[in-house]
């Protein structure tokens, strides 16, 4: 026999993981709901019941509960935020990498967002997203979700605002990681750039853009190729970066 507002609380537990698990791009997003995630949003929800879940005290007026879904699907979101913060930062370098490569208008359909994403950019979040499993990111995920539980308990209307400050402040600072996966590569790209324009000087007859079209892509995935061995340290900096998010985050739900 389950105690008096112990399904109430379970319900509240099952809102915030499914914000976090839908919301996080390890999951896919919230495109499609498979029965993979239904099962792993249950599974998580039941686990983090039994380990730090408390029955709601009854008396609560349906407004009152209402209120609280709210907030346990703020506290997900702005979890899984985080994640999503760093995965921008990648494709955002990796958008300016296809830039300089004239690969703009190339394009494949991103199921997460449901927008169209340049090739270069899901390349780099396919190799960040792999190295993220590779580390065992997602374990961090599922801890800040059960510690999200005993930093800001369930049942309250109460909601620290210092997070929204804190996510300003963490784009900035992995916006600035994420270019370092970019800047040997557009540094080496701009000098193609002066290199193609002293051509259309020296050589008027020389089909400039046709020329700068093929060069570009050339140099750009031998510049990918080359300079790979260095997004290992760039890839440290960002999960670094992604685990000092989450804690502050954590620090920042704190009531």
């Known amino acids: 026999m389950l105690p008096p507002g112990a399904i109430e609380s379970f319900g509240l537990y099952l809102v915030r993981t499914s914000a976090i698990v839908l919301g996080s791009p390890l999951s896919g997003g919230a495109s499609t709901v498979g029965s993979y995630k239904v099962a792993l949003i249950g599974s998580l929800a039941a686990l983090?019941?039994?380990?730090?879940?408390?029955?709601?005290?009854?008396?609560?007026?349906?407004?009152?509960?209402?209120?609280?879904a709210l907030r346990e699907v703020l506290i997900g979101v702005s979890l899984a935020f985080i994640l999503q913060l760093t995965v921008m930062a990648v494709s955002v370098s990796g958008d300016l990498i296809g830039h300089e490569m004239a690969f703009a208008t190339a394009s494949v359909a991103d199921p997460v967002s449901g927008v169209n994403t340049p090739l270069v950019s899901r390349i780099y979040e396919i190799l960040f997203l792999i190295g993220l499993l590779s580390v065992n990111g997602h374990h961090w995920l599922f801890r800040a979700l059960i510690e999200s539980y005993e930093r800001a308990p369930i049942a309250s209307i109460e909601f620290n605002g210092s997070l929204s400050i804190l996510m300003v402040q963490l784009f900035?600072?992995?916006?600035?990681?994420?270019?370092?996966?970019?800047?040997?590569?557009?540094?080496l790209l701009m000098l193609v750039t002066i290199l193609v324009g002293l051509l259309s000087r020296a050589v008027p007859q020389l089909n400039i853009l046709e020329f700068s079209f093929s060069m570009r892509i050339v140099a750009g995935l031998g510049a990918m190729c080359l300079f790979a061995p260095f997004l290992v340290p760039a890839m440290e900096a960002l999960l670094g970066h992604l685990m000092n998010g989450l804690d502050s985050g954590l620090d920042a739900l704190e009531i």
Not at 176 to 183: C, E, K, R
């Open 172 to 187: 900035g600072e992995l916006f600035a990681a994420g270019l370092t996966f970019a800047a040997p590569i557009i540094v």
């Open 48 to 68: 983090s019941f039994w380990l730090v879940g408390s029955p709601v005290q009854p008396g609560y007026q349906p407004l009152d509960y209402g209120l609280w």
